[in-house]
């Protein structure tokens, strides 16, 4: 590279691997980044986590503009965008809508790797598919499914199925021609209170299935909405499944490997959703820094420790960027990076998305330091993208579950 | 630690308060963060009916004396970090009910004609007596927390001296207790804009219905709602000249002793980690991992040992500093830059530990973690806000580099 002079970086500039995307992509990207800053950035002050709003703008994306069934074929009335070669055109849409309201993002996300994953599993047949797909690919009101995952179990209480360590929270039992689904209290990822349709990884007679159940089958029993600390838009609610009778087509075998790819396909895209939202938090307090004035004479930007961390903010960014975007070429090309199988992806985009939900956290934590009163003050939305990216963190796993499942595979240990 | 007796019964009677008072209905405060509807009268059961708000008001003028006494940090810290326990916010607003009248309140610079003034607005009350120290102006943020650099450089409030009143003009942001709550200012301003002379440094006292003071709405902020602050307006507020605390040079000099006082909030980290310790236990008790409960996971355990070091270290260094600041005979004045790093040192690591342990917690519980009916992520949200207000941890960093290495450009 011939030496130039310093042109220092435009403003937002975060290098991606743009030979990684087409035009197409880049086209779809463009018009996320244009629905994020007119119907969620530009409006902010006006509607803040209004729920009716976020909703209607999640409709906006989703269905009208069709994000939902962008990766469903043609014939079941999506896009046809391939798998698993769409990841880095989902990755840059999952960064722009981070960007603006990393609750839409996180909550389309696991919806999409649902999708992803179903797609791909061998076990679920056309027939599944093709009654699955207009709840991703209609343009009508968004049917969101929520996501009952293995998770954790109660201390002495009945054993149960155990899946990467987690507890499998349903169980399945044949009756007659169909089976009957229970669980108790079961805590989904997202919108177990708004959800039209339950997706329930559940033990079965034969080993594991995965459940899919109208919220309006009898026997469903939503608990209260849930308060969280972010991510408004995913309602969230236990929910108990009291012997839910479901048709024998209801209940899809699975194998340990669709977890893994579902597990991977929604660290990934929520790890782009994190990025993104780290991203507005830098164009946040960049404002902040451009025209704050320090011990009355210079500004924030100028003053070296406040320099020292600003740097910090926009470090932790490009790291994740690229860590993100090569997890999304791994997946995109199977065998590209040496990845094989899905344990090899799961535990790659364990450590990825592990990292990269810390740095962006860590990105904001230091961007309120900063901006200190105004860092938790509601009208300059950092707040809300810090508790956003700490719900999500929790929500999809936190450092220690997977440290023990790299110590696993990188070390033969026996401890999960 | 061993506690004393006056420390049990005082801990004794918190506790009782927190337990009924607050703790079964804390979950709904954020959405009571504007009306207080839940949080007066928690507050008013603390402050009035338990008495607390004559706690540092010394006992000539009907108060329990804290001020008068060598134990006045000791006790603010098994105060406050009790109340902290059950809501950090509760336990910020009453420590900053007594911030102002530090000034004229605690020896050895006790000013009895403005203790008679104020003191009945403490101890003779049936309702709270909302204090405030107004110090953050719009332009510059923690600037006048900055005082051993700035000398007050940057403050634009100004006092003018009209005959025998004080006229007051300026614009401050954020005090505590503001929003509409406030009784008593402590305001922080200068009587000559622009000087490095700490001794144009003012520190006078405005009662909240003096005519010119306008106190904007309630912020909305991540936590911490029973903490309201807002704008508040001085426009030619005249009081007279004996509300001046003390006068030129000392208003300065003490002033300094408020902000390092102030840092005893450590104790409103501190106090929340102790309950997301309890809770955390019974979670982890609870709730099982690949079949075993969850502490008994070696490397979840790792994780809680990180939990409990950071609770007792931050702990012990909050025992620390406040034994320092009752021992002025030992230890130097609570006004000197010794102790305003020894302050600022402890806030800034008791608010980094306990937020990073907090966030642990978080990460340990999963789901729940995230869920308000586990209070885990109220503290969370609270202890960060405990970390960026006072001037924040990058002025915390500046006073104490410039103690420890001399520094004299910062």
């Given at each position: 590279m011939k030496e130039e002079e310093s042109r220092g970086a435009p403003r937002g500039y975060f290098p991606y691997p743009k030979e990684w995307l087409d035009a197409e992509s880049e086209g779809i990207a463009e018009s996320v980044k244009r629905w994020a800053d007119l119907e969620l950035i530009g409006k902010r002050l006006q509607f803040r986590e209004n729920f009716e709003h976020q909703m209607k703008s999640f409709k906006v994306l989703a269905a009208d503009m069709g994000l939902h069934g962008l990766i469903w074929p043609v014939d079941l009335g999506g896009t046809g965008f391939p798998l698993p070669g769409a990841s880095s055109t989902l990755v840059r849409v999952y960064e722009e809508i981070g960007r603006a309201e990393p609750g839409i993002g996180y909550v389309s996300a696991v919806n999409v790797a649902l999708a992803a994953a179903l797609l791909e599993?061998?076990?679920?047949?056309d027939e599944l598919k093709a009654r699955v797909a207009p709840a991703f690919?209609?343009?009508?009101?968004i049917q969101l499914f929520s996501l009952v995952l293995p998770g954790l179990g109660t201390a002495g209480g009945e054993p149960r199925t155990i899946l990467s360590g987690r507890e499998v929270q349903a169980v399945v039992r044949g009756d007659g021609d169909g089976w009957l689904l229970s669980a108790e209290g079961a805590r989904p990822i997202n919108s177990g209170y708004n959800a039209s349709v339950y997706a329930v990884i559940a033990s079965t007679p034969d080993g594991l299935g995965i459940a899919f159940v109208d919220a309006?089958?009898?026997g469903v029993e939503r608990g209260e909405l849930l308060k969280t600390t972010g991510l408004s838009v995913s309602l969230n609610a236990d929910v108990t499944f009291n012997r839910v009778r479901l048709a024998k087509n209801a209940v899809v075998p699975i194998r340990s490997g669709f977890f893994r790819n579902l597990s991977a396909w929604i660290r990934l895209l929520a790890a782009a959703v994190a990025i993104g939202s780290a991203m507005d938090v830098y164009a946040i307090v960049r404002d902040w820094a451009d025209n704050r004035i320090i011990k009355g004479k210079g500004l924030l930007r100028d003053n070296p420790m406040d320099a020292a961390v600003l740097a910090q903010v926009a470090m932790d960014i490009v790291e994740s960027r690229s860590l993100v975007h090569s997890l999304a070429r791994a997946v995109a090309i199977p065998g590209g990076f040496g990845i094989e199988t899905s344990e090899d992806l799961y535990i790659m985009s364990g450590i990825l998305s592990v990292r990269v939900l810390e740095n962006c956290m860590h990105a904001v934590n230091r961007a309120m330091e900063l901006m200190a009163s105004a860092g938790y003050a509601r009208e300059w939305h950092v707040e809300k993208h810090w508790r956003d990216l700490k719900t999500m963190q929790v929500y999809i796993g936190g450092r220690t579950p997977v440290e023990m499942e790299v110590a696993g595979y990188y070390f033969g240990s026996d401890i999960i | 630690m061993t506690s004393s007796p006056a420390e049990t019964y005082i801990r004794k009677i918190i506790r009782g308060w927190a337990e009924t008072a607050v703790m079964p209905y804390r979950r709904n405060y954020d959405e009571d963060w504007n009306d207080h509807r839940l949080i007066e009268p928690a507050f008013k059961a603390l402050m009035v009916d338990l008495g607390f708000q004559k706690a540092l008001i010394p006992a000539e003028f009907g108060g329990w004396n804290f001020g008068n006494t060598d134990y006045l940090a000791t006790a603010s810290a098994w105060m406050f970090e009790e109340v902290a326990r059950a809501d950090s916010g509760i336990a910020l607003a009453f420590g900053v009910c007594y911030w102002p009248m530090v000034m004229v309140a605690?020896?050895?610079?006790?000013n009895r004609r403005l203790c008679a003034e104020f003191a009945p607005l403490f101890v003779d009350s049936d309702k709270p007596a909302y204090g405030v120290v107004a110090m953050t102006e719009p332009q510059g943020g923690s600037d006048i927390e900055n005082f051993d650099m700035?000398?007050?450089?940057?403050?634009?409030?100004t006092a003018r001296r009209d005959g025998n009143e004080w006229v007051i003009n300026g614009h401050k942001l954020w005090p505590t207790n503001t929003g509409g709550l406030a009784d008593l200012f402590g305001v922080v301003c200068t009587t000559q804009p622009g000087s490095e002379k700490e001794e144009d440094v003012a520190y006078i006292y405005v009662p909240a219905d003096t005519p010119g003071v306008t106190q904007g709405n309630a912020y909305e902020k991540a936590g911490m709602a029973a903490d309201k602050n807002g704008d508040v307006w001085f426009d030619d507020v005249r009081v007279p000249l004996r509300y001046r605390a003390h006068g030129p040079g000392l208003d300065s000099l003490y002033f300094k002793e408020v902000l390092t006082l102030g840092m005893m909030s450590a104790a409103y980290s501190i106090g929340p980690m102790m309950n997301v310790y309890e809770i955390l236990y019974e979670f982890c008790s609870q709730k099982s991992l690949n079949g075993k409960p969850l502490k008994e996971h070696d490397a979840i355990a790792a994780e809680l040992a990180e939990i409990a070091t950071g609770i007792e270290v931050s702990r012990a260094a909050l025992f620390r500093l406040a034994m320092m600041l009752d021992r002025p005979d030992r230890y130097g004045p609570r006004w000197s830059p010794a102790m305003l790093a020894q302050a600022r040192l402890t806030k800034m690591f008791a608010a980094d530990r306990c937020l990073e342990g907090c966030g642990k917690a978080m990460e340990i519980m999963g789901t729940y973690g995230a869920d308000r009916n586990w209070d885990v992520e109220k503290h969370w949200r609270d202890l960060k806000m405990g970390q960026l207000y006072e001037g924040g941890k990058q002025l915390a960093q500046m006073d104490t580099a410039r103690f420890f290495y001399d520094c004299e450009t910062l």
């Open positions: 599993e061998e076990a679920a047949d690919c209609g343009d009508g009101d309006d089958a009898e | 605690v020896k050895p610079h006790i700035l000398h007050g450089r940057t403050i634009k409030t």
